[in-house]
């Protein structure tokens, strides 16, 4: 099912710290991940994705783990910049669906990141 | 590169009138558009799906003859709010994707405010 809430968690870390945002997601079809990063007022901007037969993918900065044995997806940012404070949402596809449905995705709650100086 | 934009970035209306919403995609070719709708501190929700030249895909419980979704072109794709309410007020948010991609590429989001 989706995973939408009506309250946002959040992760308050101070500058330079490690942040770790986790996902479950819902799907366990799901063979397409992605990681976004939402501003406030500004729409999502992609950051980093992995496909089902990965666990792990590295960027610059950032590590996405896939446990898909509990259907979890996370998100490291290493080194946490005031400019890495936003909402952060994990997104699934499921590759179900004719035409472009085939790559819809459903995107999870989301976390709210708090970079302290 | 894979710029998607929106206009307008956000629009005031009274209630009972239309809203006209553009995606556009600069510099690809979108084979594939995404609308989303999202409220204060929640998730995007997908309303619909379009492919060029052919009729959109909506999601369970999107009325489609209130929003209204035409992707004429390649590059462009337009959701009208037909007769809004306050409830409809809202973050709308496209997204782009083009042939043989998962990635999708989002527009900046049009604030609607229905008064």
Not at chain 1, 50 to 60: A, L
Not at chain 1, 81 to 90: K, L, N
Request: hydrophobic share 30%; aromatic share 10%.
């Amino acid at each position: 099912g989706e995973s939408v809430g009506l309250h946002l968690p959040t992760l308050s870390v101070q500058e330079g710290d490690n942040s770790i945002i986790n996902c479950a997601y819902s799907n366990s079809a799901s063979d397409y991940f992605i990681w976004y990063k939402q501003e406030s007022g500004k729409g999502p901007q992609f950051i980093i994705d992995i496909r089902s037969n990965m666990d792990k993918r590295q960027g610059q900065r950032v590590t996405v783990l896939l446990n898909k044995t509990v259907k979890h997806l996370s998100l490291q940012i290493a080194a946490t910049q005031p400019g890495d404070s936003a909402v952060y949402f994990c997104a699934e596809n499921n590759g179900k669906g004719s035409g472009g449905s085939n790559y819809k995705l459903t995107f999870g709650k989301g976390t709210l990141l708090t970079v302290n100086p | 590169g894979a710029v998607v934009s929106q206009h307008p970035s956000w629009v005031i209306c009274k209630s009972g009138t239309s809203v006209k919403i553009e995606c556009r995609s600069l510099d690809f070719q979108a084979t594939t558009m995404f609308w989303y709708r999202q409220f204060p501190k929640q998730s995007l929700m997908l309303m619909a799906t379009s492919n060029e030249g052919s009729k959109a895909t909506y999601e369970q419980g999107v009325e489609k003859d209130k929003f209204l979704i035409n992707h004429a072109s390649l590059t462009l794709s337009t959701l009208t709010v037909t007769s809004a309410h306050p409830e409809d007020s809202s973050f709308y948010i496209c997204s782009a994707r083009s042939l043989n991609t998962y990635e999708q590429y989002f527009g900046p989001g049009t604030r609607l405010t229905v008064t």
